[in-house]
């Protein structure tokens, strides 16, 4: 069925948002999201999305999906460079003493433990979507401290631990794990529990332009209503109605859309003033915390290498302030290539982020250039002299940040909430952790309710 009600409108050039992508003479390139995890398999509707996309190959016992191995992550998958090596996979292990791998090894049983726990309503402690977690409150009063303190009370001291899982919320919520709430912070080892006919929650499904991938496939079923360079400046809601003002910015032209059904994906920030309501940015303002990102894109000719675990997909610098960089070229099937475009991945994190905003917004290109070698010359010495282009994106507001009380509180659901039946919201904020699985399902839940309607 073809819902003409509802509108689509994207303020940029180019549709996808935080999963858009780019490309050049050598590949295509994410320029924010890159990867998504094997799917649980209770998400049947996003599995049933993937293969519709076409990554799906068959389906096996139980239904269980076979990935068409060009879409799963190839070896070598991931490296870490730390005390002075390229180790294997990101886990800390190279150099480390005895008890800080003993430690790591206790706290990822732990957090496994938590990945098959349920509470006392019969759900999963920690499930995707994020709202179909327990309730129970054994769980939920993980949301009122943070991750690094509840580590602490868990008597988890290792350095070597606390700087990987600071890595691992920094990765996914762009928030050091001293700031990011425990719930949140436990969701991440623990929410993931997919299987497949040959995977596991473990390994990730990517293309060289990342969540560009999917992003092209959603574009194809929707091209006719898509209206790119087009910002939407107010929303009017009617009791039977809504008005959606607009500004073409390519034709520098305001036109307004009347619409019996309206879906708001932009963010919270963003819908409170389209709605012009001060109460609802008022509270947006006091309760939702968004992270700062800096993503660059670098072409190389053939890196110099350190000792250890070859070039991988994902390659990190242990205690870096980046997360590493992708190699979007690590897809492509010809085995040697002279030319890559790394992937480089920054988030704004070191003080608060309005601070962060605020130097971000002053940097020039130079600067940004600068902050990337004077990094990656740790693993590269020869970066300067190999790069021949660097491209830099900054996102103000990249994703929300599940800060503790955000998940349980009620700012999140009040939100989530649809107005006078007809305009529904649907943006990774309101789930309060911003991945695609969670993207997905707010856009459907406020398609469905929609459609509902229709009925
Ligand atoms: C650097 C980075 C890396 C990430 N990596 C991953 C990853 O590997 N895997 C993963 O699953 N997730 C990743 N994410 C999370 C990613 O944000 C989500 O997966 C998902 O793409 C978010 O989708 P969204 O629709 O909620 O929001 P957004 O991507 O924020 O989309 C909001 C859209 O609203 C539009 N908009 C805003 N205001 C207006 C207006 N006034 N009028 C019209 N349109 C408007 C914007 O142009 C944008 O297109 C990453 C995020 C970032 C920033």
Redesign the pocket.
Known sequence: MILQILFY????KE?????KSGANEISAFPW?????PIPNNDLTAYIDFLDECGIIKSRGENNLPEYKEEYLCFDPEERLFINGRWQDGLVPHFGLPAKDIAQIDTFLKQMNVYRYTTGADGKDAFAIPVNASSTDTVFTTLDNITMKQWMLNNHYESNYLHNYVNYCTKDDFGTPHDKISAWAGIHYFAARKGKAVNATYSDVITWPE??GFLVNQLKKICKAQTKTN???TKIIAQQDKVIVECFDAANKKYFAVEADQCIV???QF?AGR?LNNNERMAAVKNNFNYAP?M?ANIKVNELKQKEGAPLSWDNVIYDSTSLGYIDATHQQLQLYKTKRNLTY?MPLCATDAVTERQQAQQKKHEDWVDVIFRDLEKIHEDIEEKTEEINVMV?GH??IQPLPGFITGEARKEMARSINDNIHFA??DIAGI???EE?FY?GLNAAKKIMAKQI
């Open positions: 409108s994207i303020s940029e549709v996808g948002g935080n999963a924010g999201a890159h990867y998504v990342g969540n087009c910002l939407a994906a932009a963010p963003v389209l990102w993503v991945y996102w990249a994703m943006h990774t911003s991945i695609f993207a707010q």
